[in-house]
C-alpha cells in the first residue's frame, strides 16, 4: 500500500526558501510510469499545481511559479524535494505531495501547512 | 491562463443525483479528473479520464465528457458525499491545471 508523507518547517520567513520533502513508502520511486507532483492549497481556497517530475529528470512546472520552484528527486532514499523561494504571505498553504499517473493524482500525502511570516 | 469552470455550489437530497459540471477550452482534447474533498483531509481520486473509477470508489460516482465540458454524476447520494469536488486537466502545454471547486451540500 503506497504511503506518501510530507516534511519540513511549519513556520517560514518572507523572502526566504522552503523546503519540503516527500518520503514514499511501499513502492519505488523510481516506477517508470509514474511522476511525483506537489499541490499547495492555501486556507480556505482551491487546490494549485505547483509541478510534477519524472526520476529520470524530467519535470513541469505550473507558469505562475515557475521562476521561483525547484524540484528534485533522490530515488536512493525514496524521496522527492521542493524548494519556493522568495515566500511571501500568499505562499501560505497546505502542501501536498502525490503520485501522478498519467495526469490522475492517485496518492496523496496527508498535507502540511506551511505559514509564511515573520 | 487556462481557467476550469465549475459551479460553487450544489444542493441535493438523500438518494437523489448530483451533477458537477467543468468546463474548459482544452477539454475536447484532454482528459478530466475529479477529487473528492472533505474538511481536513486530503483530495482522493473519484473519476480518471473523464470516465474511469479507480478502485474502490462506489460506482454511484461517474464520470462523463461532452465538448468542452466534463460531468461528475453522484447517483443516490448519500450524506458521506457531501464534500468539496474539484475537477483537473491540462492546458495544450500539458501543465495541470484544476478547478476552483464545488461544495455539494446534502440536505
Known amino acids: 500500500h503506497l504511503q506518501l508523507q510530507e516534511s519540513g518547517p511549519g513556520l517560514v520567513k518572507p523572502s526566504e526558501t522552503l523546503s519540503l520533502t516527500c518520503t514514499v513508502s511501499?513502492?519505488?520511486?523510481?516506477?517508470?510510469?509514474?511522476?511525483w507532483g506537489w499541490i499547495r492549497q492555501p486556507p480556505g481556497k482551491g487546490l494549485e499545481w505547483i509541478g510534477s517530475?519524472?526520476?529520470?529528470?524530467?519535470?513541469y512546472y505550473n507558469p505562475s511559479l515557475k521562476s521561483r520552484v525547484t524540484v528534485s528527486i533522490d530515488t536512493s532514499k525514496n524521496q522527492f524535494s521542493l524548494n519556493l523561494s522568495s515566500l511571501s504571505a500568499a505562499d501560505t498553504a497546505v502542501y501536498y505531495c502525490?503520485?501522478?499517473?498519467?495526469?490522475?493524482?492517485?496518492?496523496w500525502g496527508q498535507g502540511t501547512l506551511v505559514t509564511v511570516s515573520s | 491562463s487556462y481557467e476550469l469552470t465549475q459551479p460553487p455550489s450544489v444542493s441535493v437530497s438523500p438518494g437523489q443525483t448530483a451533477r458537477i459540471t467543468c468546463s474548459g477550452d482544452?477539454?475536447?482534447?484532454?482528459?478530466g479528473y475529479w477529487y473528492q474533498q472533505k474538511p481536513g483531509q486530503a483530495p482522493v481520486l473519484v473519476i480518471y479520464?473523464?470516465?474511469e473509477r479507480p478502485s474502490g470508489i462506489p460506482e454511484r460516482f461517474s464520470g462523463s465528457s461532452s465538448g468542452t465540458t466534463v460531468t461528475l454524476t453522484i447517483s443516490d447520494v448519500q450524506a458521506e458525499d457531501e464534500a468539496d469536488y474539484y475537477c483537473?486537466?491540462?492546458?495544450?502545454?500539458?501543465?495541470?491545471?484544476f478547478g476552483s471547486g464545488t461544495k455539494v451540500t446534502v440536505l
Open positions: 502525490a503520485r501522478d499517473y498519467a495526469a490522475a493524482l492517485d496518492y
Open positions: 511501499g513502492g519505488s520511486i523510481r516506477g517508470s510510469d509514474y511522476y
Open positions: 517530475l519524472y526520476h529520470g529528470g524530467i519535470a
Open positions: 482544452a477539454l475536447p482534447k484532454q482528459y
Open positions: 479520464k473523464d470516465s
Open positions: 483537473q486537466s491540462a492546458d495544450i502545454s500539458g501543465t495541470y491545471v
